[in-house]
Structures are given as structure tokens and as C-alpha cells.
Antibody, heavy 119, light 110 residues
Framework: QITLKESGPTLVNPTQTLTLTCTLS??????????VGWVRQPPGKALEWLAL???????HYSPSLQNRLTITKDTSKNQVVLTMTNVDPVDTATYYC???????????WGQGTLVTVSS | QSALTQPASVSGSPGQSITISCTGA?????????VSWYQQHPGKAPKLMIY???NRPSGVPDRFSGSKSGNTASLTVSGLQAEDEADYYC??????????FGGGTKLTVL
């Protein structure tokens, strides 16, 4: 059974760095053909793709956020980590971890974690 | 990159068919057969309904179908059922090797 579970802070102060972890189960982050990424959704708003990392460590970022995002994988823990620097209240959203590819879309989603940016 | 354009809302009665459009550009929707569609019920994570324009993942009812013409992709839901009421999002691969989503469409079953 494939599952993805997000973890991280629920409240972050403006200008701080947000670190989110996605723990994978039922598949490996090193499995050929596999990509793991992040999608966010501000309350009441649309989905926004953020970043994706492939099994061979190829990384892709949203053009509008690429200077603030870093995506990495920890093969020993079977996890994918997203860091976002200099957060702002507009970054308040539910952050989803996803499995898939940029071409084929995302076939598995985590339950999501709500992150609020506020002082 | 600009978000793909979807109608804010569509509606239909049980048993009827509806179509949701998703308009992009030649650099995304029009340039590749890599459009996906997602269904999202309130408070839940999105679910993949269509990938590669018209393919259904295992378990998705064949009432859901996808197509594309030029820079516009479409999702059709036939034989509307109450449980189809949800938000729907399209997504497309882009020439910049990224992914872009649409603004979302709220489907109401009357």
C-alpha cells in the first residue's frame, strides 16, 4: 500500500525558513521512474505546483518560487524534504506531498498539512 | 508561468453530462499530450482522474473522459451522480519542464 505523509510545523513566523518532510511508504524514492514533489493550496484557493525530485536526483521548481525552494531526498529514511526560505503570510496553505511525474501527473497524494505563517 | 483557465463553476442534473474546459497555450496544453485532471472533495486531498489527456487510472469510472483540441483540454462527466459534486483541477506539463494547474472548477449536481 502506497502512502505519503507530510510532517512539519503548523505555525511559522514571517521571514523564517519552513522545512517540510514527506515520509514514503510502499515504494522507494530511488525506484526508477518515480518522482516525489510538493503541491500547495491556500485556503479556498487553487492548487499550485511547487517542486519535484526524480529518482536519479533531477530537480524541478516552480519558476515563481525557485529562488526560495530547495527539494532533497534522504534515501536512508525514504523521505523527501522541502525547504522554503523567507516565508510570508501569503505562503499560508495546505502543503501536499505527491508522487508522480511532470508529464503524467500525480497518482498518489498525502493527506496534506496546514502551515500558517503569522507572527 | 500563468495558470490554466477554467470556468469557475459548472452544474448539471443527475444523469446529465457536463464538460469542463481547460485553456492554456502552445507552450503547455497545446504542445504536449500531458494533461491531467483531479477531483477534490471538501477537506480532502485531490484525486487523479485523468492523465495523458484521456487515460483513466485504475478504479476511475468510465463516466469520466478527457480530450484535447488545440490549446484547450476538456473533462467530460457523463451520467452525473451526486458524488461527482466536487472541485476539479486540470494540470499540464510545460515547455519549461514544469507543471501548471488551472484555477479550478466547482461542479454542482443540482
Amino acid at each position: 500500500q502506497i502512502t505519503l505523509k507530510e510532517s512539519g510545523p503548523t505555525l511559522v513566523n514571517p521571514t523564517q525558513t519552513l522545512t517540510l518532510t514527506c515520509t514514503l511508504s510502499g515504494f522507494s524514492v530511488t525506484t526508477s521512474g518515480v518522482g516525489v514533489g510538493w503541491v500547495r493550496q491556500p485556503p479556498g484557493k487553487a492548487l499550485e505546483w511547487l517542486a519535484l525530485i526524480y529518482w536519479y536526483d533531477d530537480k524541478h521548481y516552480s519558476p515563481s518560487l525557485q529562488n526560495r525552494l530547495t527539494i532533497t531526498k534522504d534515501t536512508s529514511k525514504n523521505q523527501v524534504v522541502l525547504t522554503m526560505t523567507n516565508v510570508d503570510p501569503v505562503d499560508t496553505a495546505t502543503y501536499y506531498c505527491v508522487r508522480g511525474t511532470l508529464q503524467g501527473g500525480f497518482d498518489y497524494w498525502g493527506q496534506g498539512t496546514l502551515v500558517t505563517v503569522s507572527s | 508561468q500563468s495558470a490554466l483557465t477554467q470556468p469557475a463553476s459548472v452544474s448539471g442534473s443527475p444523469g446529465q453530462s457536463i464538460t469542463i474546459s481547460c485553456t492554456g497555450a502552445s507552450s503547455d496544453v497545446g504542445g504536449y499530450n500531458y494533461v491531467s485532471w483531479y477531483q477534490q472533495h471538501p477537506g480532502k486531498a485531490p484525486k487523479l482522474m485523468i492523465y495523458d489527456v484521456s487515460n483513466r487510472p485504475s478504479g476511475v469510472p468510465d463516466r469520466f473522459s478527457g480530450s484535447k483540441s488545440g490549446n484547450t483540454a476538456s473533462l467530460t462527466v457523463s451520467g452525473l451522480q451526486a458524488e461527482d459534486e466536487a472541485d476539479y483541477y486540470c494540470g499540464s506539463y510545460t515547455s519549461s519542464n514544469t507543471l501548471v494547474f488551472g484555477g479550478g472548477t466547482k461542479l454542482t449536481v443540482l
